[in-house]
C-alpha cells in the first residue's frame, strides 16, 4: 500500500514536471517574434533582419536561426506566454511582498471576490437545501419545480450575470450584493437537484423501519433522510462552490468592476499584462482548490463522526 | 392595481390545478408529469407579466415576457447569426475536438498505468478549477474570431471528459475480463468488444456535461472579445445600451440551444446503451 502511494506521487510528479517542461519548451516558439522585434529595436543584428520578413516566417525557423534569443523568450516584459517562473515571480510579489491592503496586492482582490463567492454560496446552498426538503415533502412541488430545476442544469445560466449586475446598479444595489446573487443561483440548482436525490436515499426497508416505530414525517426527516443525505450533499456543495467562484469572477466582468480577480483577469487583458492574468489565473485556481479542499476535509470528518467513511 | 391581484390569483389557480393533478388518481401517469411543470411554468410567465405591467416596472429593469417575445420574434436574423457564431462555431467544434482528444486521451491513461497515476490526480484538480478564467488568454492567442472560443471550450470540456472516460474504462469487471483473456482476446479485442461498451455511460455522462459547460464557455469568452456578433458580444452589448428585452432574447435563444444540445446527447446515448439498467426501465 505504501509503496503505491510513493509510485503515484512519483506519477504526479513526473507528470506536473512535463507539464512545467512543456510549458517552458512552448514559451520560446510562442515569444521569439516579440523577442527579435526588440532586439531589432535595440540595434542589434537578428535573421532576416526586417520584421516584414520575419512575420511570414514560422516560429521554429526562427529560433533555429537566432539561438542566442532562447533565454530572452523567458525574461520577457509582456510574452505572450510567460514562462513558470514569472509567473511565479509575480504571485509571489504580489501576495507576500505587497501589504494586503494595496490595490496590487492579489490577496487583497482574491479577498474581494472570495467574500462575493462565499455570501453567495451560503445563501444559495441554503435556499437549495430547503427547496429541497419542500421537494421530498410535497409532491406538488416535486412534480412542478424539479424538472425545471433539472433542466436548469443544462443551461448556460451564467448568460444573465451581466444582466444582473446592471439592473442592480440601475436601483443602486452594488458592491458585493449582486456578485453574490450570482454565486447564489448558480450555485443553487445543483445543491437542489444533489440534495433531493440524497434526501430521497434511504430505501424502503428503512422506510418501514420507521415506520413500525411509528415515527412522525419529521422524526423520518431528521433521524433518517437528512442524515442519509450527507454524502450526496457534500459532492453538490463541492460542485456548488466552483461554480460560486466562476460566478463571482465573471460578475466582475461587465461593469468593469475595479476589484477582483475577475477584475485583475480584464484589466490584464485590456493592457496586454499577460504576467498578470496568469498569476490572476493561478490565484482563481489555487482559491478553488483551497475551497474544494476545505470542503473535501470537513466531508471526511462529518461522514467518518457519523461512521459513514468508507 | 388589479392587474397584480389577478397575478396572486393566477398563483392560486395555478397552485390549486397543479395540487389537484398531484393528489389525483393520474398523478404518476406520464400526462401529468408533462403537465405539472408546463402548468407551473406557464404560471410563472403569466405572474411575471401581469406584475411588470400591474406595478409598471421600467424596461430596464425587467422587461414582461411579452415584449421579449415580439423581440424574439422581430430579431430573428440576427438571433440567427448570433447562434451560428457561437454555439455552430465556438462551442460546437470546440466540444467536438475537445471530447474527441479527451477520449483519446483517456485510452492512453488506462492503457499505461503510470499515466493514469500521474495524470488522473491532476486531471481531476483541473476539472473543479474556474477555467473560464482561461479565456483572456486564449482570445489573445487565437484572435476575437471563434478559434479562440472554441479554444476555450476545448479546455473546458477535456478534463471532465477525461476523468469520466477513464473511470468507464476500469467499468468492466475483473471476472470479465479473465474470461475475455480466457478467450485468448488480444487487448483492443476486448477493448471494443468488452470495456468500450462497459464505458459508455460514463463516456455520456461526460459528454452531458460538456454540453452545458461548452456553452458556458463559449458565452463568457465573448466577453472577453468578440467579433460584432456572437450571443456573449449581444449580450454584453445590449445590456451596456439598456436593451433588456434583447438579452432576455439571447438568453432564451441560449436555454434552448442548451436544452437541445443536452436532450440530444441523451437521446443518442438512450440508443447507444440501451443495455444499461438506467435506460431500461
Not at chain 2, 64 to 77: E, N, T
Amino acid at each position: 500500500m505504501r509503496s503505491e502511494g510513493i509510485r503515484a506521487i512519483w506519477a504526479v510528479l513526473t507528470v506536473v514536471g512535463v507539464i512545467l517542461l512543456f510549458w517552458y519548451a512552448a514559451s520560446v516558439p510562442m515569444n521569439i517574434k516579440g523577442v527579435l522585434t526588440e532586439f531589432e529595436r535595440a540595434g542589434q543584428q537578428v535573421d532576416p533582419p526586417k520584421a516584414v520578413d520575419r512575420r511570414d516566417m514560422s516560429e521554429f525557423e526562427l529560433v533555429i536561426d537566432n539561438p542566442y534569443a532562447i533565454d530572452e523568450t523567458w525574461e520577457q516584459d509582456r510574452p505572450r506566454l510567460p514562462a513558470p517562473h514569472q509567473v511565479a515571480e509575480e504571485l509571489w510579489e504580489t501576495t507576500v511582498e505587497k501589504k494586503i491592503t494595496s490595490k496590487r496586492s492579489l490577496i487583497y482582490h482574491s479577498w474581494v471576490t472570495l467574500s462575493a463567492t462565499m455570501l453567495g454560496f451560503a445563501i444559495g446552498t441554503g435556499l437549495g437545501i430547503l427547496l429541497a426538503v419542500g421537494i421530498v415533502h410535497s409532491r406538488v412541488m416535486d412534480l412542478s419545480v424539479m424538472p425545471w430545476a433539472i433542466v436548469s442544469q443544462t443551461i448556460p445560466i451564467i448568460a444573465l450575470a451581466p444582466m444582473i449586475i446592471v439592473v442592480l446598479y440601475s436601483i443602486g444595489i452594488q458592491g458585493i450584493i449582486p456578485k453574490a446573487v450570482i454565486s447564489a443561483y448558480l450555485s443553487f440548482f445543483p445543491v437542489v437537484v444533489g440534495m433531493v436525490k440524497g434526501l430521497r436515499s434511504p430505501d424502503a426497508m428503512q422506510l418501514d423501519l420507521l415506520r413500525t416505530y411509528s415515527a412522525s414525517s419529521s422524526q423520518g426527516f431528521w433521524k433518517l433522510r437528512l442524515p442519509a443525505s450527507m454524502p450526496y450533499l457534500f459532492t453538490s456543495l463541492k460542485i456548488g462552490i466552483a461554480a460560486s467562484l466562476v460566478g463571482a469572477i465573471v460578475g466582475e466582468l461587465p461593469t468593469g468592476a475595479v476589484a477582483g480577480l475577475g477584475a485583475r483577469l480584464l484589466a490584464g487583458s485590456y493592457y496586454g499584462q499577460t504576467v498578470q492574468i496568469w498569476s490572476a489565473l493561478f490565484a482563481a485556481a489555487i482559491l478553488a482548490a483551497c475551497l474544494v479542499g476545505l470542503l473535501g476535509m470537513v466531508e471526511r470528518s462529518v461522514l467518518k463522526r457519523m461512521g459513514m467513511a468508507q | 392595481m388589479i392587474l397584480v391581484l389577478g397575478a396572486v390569483l393566477l398563483w392560486l389557480f395555478g397552485w390549486w390545478l397543479n395540487s389537484r393533478l398531484a393528489s389525483g388518481p393520474q398523478a404518476n401517469s406520464r400526462l401529468v408529469r408533462f403537465l405539472a411543470p408546463l402548468i407551473f411554468g406557464l404560471t410563472i410567465i403569466g405572474i411575471w407579466e401581469l406584475f411588470v405591467r400591474g406595478l409598471n416596472v421600467p424596461l430596464v429593469i425587467l422587461p414582461a415576457p411579452s415584449v421579449i417575445a415580439v423581440r424574439f420574434a422581430g430579431s430573428l436574423p440576427i438571433l440567427w447569426v448570433d447562434f451560428v457564431q457561437t454555439i455552430i462555431k465556438g462551442a460546437l467544434s470546440g466540444y467536438i475536438i475537445g471530447c474527441f482528444s479527451a477520449f483519446l486521451m483517456a485510452i492512453a491513461v488506462d492503457r499505461w498505468d503510470f499515466l493514469r497515476l500521474g495524470l488522473l490526480p491532476v486531471g481531476n484538480f483541473v476539472a473543479a478549477l474556474p477555467i473560464v478564467g482561461t479565456a483572456p488568454i486564449l482570445v489573445m492567442w487565437f484572435g476575437f474570431d471563434w478559434h479562440s472560443k472554441a479554444a476555450v471550450v476545448v479546455v473546458m470540456v477535456f478534463f471532465p471528459m477525461l476523468v469520466n472516460t477513464v473511470a468507464g474504462l476500469r467499468e468492466a469487471t475483473v471476472m470479465q475480463r479473465d474470461l475475455m483473456e480466457t478467450y485468448a482476446a488480444t487487448y483492443w479485442q476486448s477493448f471494443l468488444k468488452l470495456r468500450l461498451p462497459a464505458a459508455m455511460p460514463f463516456v455520456f455522462n461526460g459528454l452531458k456535461i460538456s454540453t452545458t459547460l461548452a456553452l458556458i464557455g463559449a458565452i463568457v469568452a465573448e466577453f472577453f472579445g468578440s467579433p460584432t456578433l456572437g450571443m456573449g458580444f449581444r449580450i454584453s452589448t445590449s445590456v451596456g445600451q439598456l436593451s433588456l428585452d434583447m438579452v432576455w432574447a439571447e438568453i432564451v435563444v441560449a436555454a434552448l440551444a442548451g436544452t437541445a444540445f443536452y436532450g440530444l446527447v441523451a437521446m443518442i446515448e438512450k440508443a447507444v446503451t440501451f443495455w444499461h439498467p438506467s435506460q431500461r426501465g
